[in-house]
């Protein structure tokens, strides 16, 4: 069970074989682990709604969050905006977050392939064919969700915005 709402948010945080641990006790258990990932790097609606959205496919919705580096590499020079640790802060706050891990590599292919969750869920900005993992996912039953999308709601559409108001 994860920590209670009103403790620290990085209580959530579990490192990649905990997470593994725990992810066969919660097969025994016959709990669905939904597993969604990003890098969250300026929280906004469309990340809550997606994650809102990914917590009601299951029992329990682990977040995989990318690692600055990770960040640096994919989206360039000035970027994560918000360190790691504040990122591990905001997430952990949600309700609807039960679990959150980091990874350090450019793709979450190895997490997926590792963890096998039941439901993979990527933002409505993604097309299926791009759900990295997926294939891996429905070969072991499990199903692919790509949920709606919030018009207006990336981090790089609220950073040009930022940069050109007009």
Known sequence: MPPSQTADPHLKLLSRGELIRRREVWRRQGQQVVFTNGCFDLLHRGHVDCLESARRCGDILVVGLNDDDSIR????????????????????????????????????????????PDVLVKGGDYARADVVGADVVEEA??????????????????????????
Do not use: Y
């Open 73 to 116: 590499q994919l989206k360039g020079p000035g970027r994560p905006l918000q360190p790691l640790d504040d990122r591990i802060a905001m997430l952990g706050a949600l309700s609807c977050v039960c679990w959150l891990t980091v990874f350090s590599e450019l793709s979450v292919e190895s997490l997926v392939r590792q963890l096998l």
């Open 141 to 166: 039953g499990g199903r692919v969700v790509v949920s709606g999308h919030v018009e207006g709601t990336s981090t790089s559409e609220l950073l040009k915005l930022l940069h050109n108001p007009s």
